[in-house]
């Protein structure tokens, strides 16, 4: 190789390379910001809006999970195995976040649920009462 082709292969890698660093932050910046916007319960409490915060958690875990997978396919496109290295503690870092939201969600969901149920409890008694007039 010529010293020419040599140096347009240097410039090649390390613009690719460039290229992966640029989708890995925008990547770790989308993620980090879907995690600050977890769903929460903060409607009436029915079951309706029960079933409609938890349909919404789950598409929210769905779309963290989508995030950091392609988060790490793309660091996986590293040659360079100091920045391999250095975007997977973050990932793990991610990895941690997403586990400690899931079951914040899990126990919320739980929660509410179990407010429902006594919700219901609670009207059944009462309609039974009113009848009882």
């Known amino acids: ?69 392609e988060l790490e396919k793309t660091i996986e496109q590293f040659q360079d195995t100091g920045l391999m290295h250095q975007y997977n503690n973050q990932l793990s870092q991610i990895k941690q976040q997403i586990i400690q939201i899931e079951l914040n969600i899990k126990k919320h969901i739980e929660h509410v649920q179990q407010g429902v149920i006594e919700q219901n409890i609670i009207q059944n008694k009462v309609d039974l009462i009113i009848e009882d007039l």
């Open 1 to 69: 190789l010529s010293l020419k082709d040599e140096v347009e292969s240097i410039l090649e890698k390390e613009n690719e390379t460039t290229s992966i660093q640029i989708k890995i932050d925008l990547l770790i910046e989308t993620l980090q910001n879907e995690l600050d916007r977890q769903p929460t319960f903060s409607s009436l409490l029915t079951t309706d809006t029960f079933e409609n915060y938890e349909k919404l958690s789950i598409i929210y875990l769905q779309s963290i999970h989508q995030l950091e997978n």
